[in-house]
């Protein structure tokens, strides 16, 4: 199977790695990599990880098994349309992507009559680029499957030889319910990180507040510091989910404020109505990985 | 100096092992603990960290110059009340907490006429218990200190000193100031976290979506896994500074929601918006740690 990555950031980068490490991967017959700067190709190509570093798109789709969309969802899009320009008859690759939203991705493929599996990996890293990647990125964690309408039976089976050459498990959901459930444990979680900063950092008490930040305040705000073009391309390709997910947050924080302002004379009586909601949320979250 | 503790879990166990291993610390002669359970200062004097284990709080209080209480703010509360009932004239030793509010703890030992000043070392770990303390815990960490209005130099020179021996930097503030900042950088985060965890795991699709989270969620829900009791009591003894941190976060999810759905039919427009609330975030936050 000839493989061509398309961008070779942190995420392509690491199936390209994953491949490379894992003798099992027989399969891969060669990897050829292209991105916009070249910049990871040819650090991949020096470091022994693809075979064939290429400086034109259409170079490195020609004669692809599998292509591998590694970029934002916005660009995604645009390439998923090049793609489609391009398509000649007789010669159907399978593409795939990695972008953290589905929905927008698999109708834009079906309207270019793709063979399209839209892919996204549960797995990242704050930190981005080629120099970032790593080969167990992907180990033992789930690699989400939205099939387009036009997948044929060889596309699951060269995608899920990619997944499993990356040492990951596949979900297949389809991409509805995919980008639901990323509203709630991925792209709600971003849009909270990056509010709790404004919100705090934009307070005249902040040089305070900040000298004395410790561990908790890192943690809440971690994912803010991750790729502003990567966040803000999901939050706007999954637009309606995230902001149902933001309403239903506000509404856990008017409880909130509603338990806090009840008996403002009682702090007795205020604690314990804030116990059963930490309480339930410690439930919910089930004991600690 | 005699030392008290009072309470011997993470904290008041972290605070007799940072004394204990620092050799620079002669100016503590004795170190005597009191849990209402026992089982913490059992556990330390078996370690060789305290010097004796009580079974009552009016033993532990007798003879000692400094008073360390090292419970959650409402059981402060309580303590203040009873050392003030059983201060006898010619016997006032200092009393420091390490609670994460101060307001309503300097103003309860005010009322009590305590020579007291409010402690709060910027340090934490989400497990708890003696178990759980670490001789290292507070190096280099900011320690707030909150006189009350009856503290004398001497007060001073006590609570410096554990301060110095657990290796932290004093940092002096009114309990206002105090509060407020740990409202945004502490009590906020705490409220949010739980709050995310309720909304997301309250939704019917919990199952599919728990099976996707990664280290965002991990991350962004991390503070929810603490203790109860002591989340309880922090967020009711500063119940009206937390209720106004929550309704500045509410109007940036707001301006959230408002930029999500003003270009339905633009994603590019979208993301435009969003990376400008994104990079205004990282920009507060600054460089990862």
Same mark, same amino acid.
């Given at each position: 199977m000839r493989l061509a990555i398309v961008g070779l950031g942190l995420i392509g980068g690491s199936i390209a790695r994953a491949i490379r490490s894992n003798? /099992?991967? &027989?399969?891969?017959d060669s990897i050829v990599a292209w991105s916009p700067s070249g910049s990871g190709p040819a650090a991949a190509l020096a470091d022994g990880i693809i075979d064939r570093a290429t400086t034109s798109l259409d170079d490195a789709l020609a004669g692809a098994d599998l292509v591998v969309l590694a970029a934002d969802p916005l660009t995604c899009l645009d390439l998923l349309d090049s793609i489609a320009a391009a398509n000649r008859a007789g010669d159907r690759p399978t593409i795939t992507d990695v972008a953290s939203t589905k929905q927008a991705i698999v109708n834009r493929a079906n309207q270019g009559h793709l063979a399209f599996i839209g892919g996204h990996p549960m797995a990242g890293r704050e930190v981005s680029g080629y120099?970032? /990647?790593? &080969?167990?990125?992907?180990?033992?964690r789930p690699w989400v499957l939205c099939p387009g309408a036009l997948a044929r039976p060889i596309d699951f089976e060269r995608v899920e030889q990619l997944v499993g050459a990356c040492g990951a498990d596949v979900h297949r959901l389809a991409a509805r319910e995919h980008d639901r459930a990323v509203a709630g444990i991925s792209h709600l979680p971003l849009a909270l990180a990056a509010a709790l900063a404004q919100a705090v950092g934009d307070a005249d008490d902040w040089p305070i507040a900040r000298a004395l930040a410790a561990g908790g305040w890192a943690s809440a705000t971690r994912?803010?510091?991750?790729?502003v073009t990567m966040g803000a391309g999901l939050a706007a390709t999954n637009a309606p989910e995230l902001a149902r997910r933001i309403r239903a947050l506000v509404t856990q924080l008017e409880d909130w404020l509603a338990d806090l302002e009840e008996?403002?004379?009682?702090p007795q009586a205020t604690a314990l109505r804030i116990a059963l909601r930490l309480a339930a949320a410690r439930e919910l979250l089930g004991p600690a990985d």
């Open positions: 003798r /099992s991967a &027989a399969a891969f120099g970032a /990647s790593r &080969a167990d990125l992907f180990l033992g994912v803010a510091r991750g790729d008996t403002p004379d009682d």
